[in-house]
C-alpha cells in the first residue's frame, strides 16, 4: 500500500484545513491547558510551540486555551466588533482567532489537536483591537458535550472566565487595564465570528 500522507508535521496555523462541518465543528490547536504556569504560543514562522512568557501574577487559564488554524483576525473582524462597540479605529489583531474548549477530562497539555463545538463567545478589545475568544465544548464530552449555546454556561463559569481575560494581561500597580469585554455572545454569533475569521484568512494568503 502507498503511504500518501504528509510526512512532514503541518503548521498548525496553515498547514490544517479548515472542518469540513465548521462553523458548527472545529479543529482547534491546544497551545495551553489549565495546568500550565507559562504562557506557550505557537511561533508563527516556524509553526513550533514556544514558550511566550512566565505567568508572573496568579493568573491561570480556566480552560484549554488555543486557536482556529487557517483564521485571522483581520479587517472583517475588526468590522463585527466596530457595528457592536460603534467605536472607529479598532482593527484586528493579526492572530489567529483564539478559542477555549471547557472539557471534564485532564488534558495534561498542549500542543495537540482537538475537535470543539462552539457555544458563544467574548468579543474583546485589547488595546483598541478586535480581539474575540470564542468559548467551545470538547466533542463527545461527558460533561459540557451536550451544550449548545452560551446560556447553557452557568453564570458563574462565564464570571470566571471574563475575569481572567479582564486581568491577565494586567501588573498590579500599573494604572488601567488593557482588555475590556464589550459582547458575550451565543452560537450564532459565534459561527459568524468563525466563518469571519476564515475570511480574513483568505484575505491575508491571497
Not at 486557536?67 to 483581520?74: A, D, L, Q, R, W
Not at 498542549?110 to 470543539?116: F, Q, V
Request: glycine content about 8%.
Amino acid at each position: 500500500m502507498a503511504f500518501t500522507a504528509n510526512p512532514y508535521q503541518a503548521h498548525p496555523w496553515h498547514g490544517i484545513a479548515v472542518h469540513k462541518s465548521s462553523p458548527s465543528l472545529v479543529h482547534v490547536f491546544v497551545e495551553i491547558v489549565p495546568s500550565d504556569t507559562v504562557k506557550y504560543e505557537v511561533d508563527k514562522a516556524s509553526g513550533h510551540l514556544r514558550l511566550d512568557r512566565p505567568q508572573t501574577f496568579s493568573n491561570v487559564c480556566p480552560t484549554n486555551y488555543g486557536f482556529i488554524p487557517k483564521s485571522y483576525c483581520g479587517k472583517k473582524i475588526a468590522a463585527l466588533c466596530s457595528q457592536v462597540v460603534n467605536r472607529p479605529g479598532i482593527v484586528g489583531d493579526g492572530d489567529p482567532l483564539d478559542i477555549c474548549v471547557l472539557s471534564e477530562k485532564v488534558i495534561p497539555h498542549g500542543n495537540l489537536l482537538l475537535e470543539a463545538v462552539p457555544i458563544g463567545g467574548l468579543r474583546m478589545l485589547d488595546k483598541g483591537e478586535a480581539d474575540d475568544k470564542i468559548i467551545a465544548v470538547l466533542k463527545g464530552d461527558a460533561v459540557y458535550g451536550t451544550w449548545q449555546d452560551i446560556s447553557d454556561c452557568p453564570p458563574e463559569l462565564l464570571t470566571r472566565l471574563k475575569h481572567y481575560f479582564l486581568t491577565y494581561k494586567n501588573v498590579p500597580g500599573t494604572g488601567t487595564p488593557t482588555c475590556e469585554i464589550a459582547e458575550v455572545y451565543g452560537r450564532d454569533v459565534a459561527q459568524t465570528v468563525i466563518k469571519t475569521s476564515h475570511a480574513d484568512y483568505e484575505d491575508l494568503v491571497r
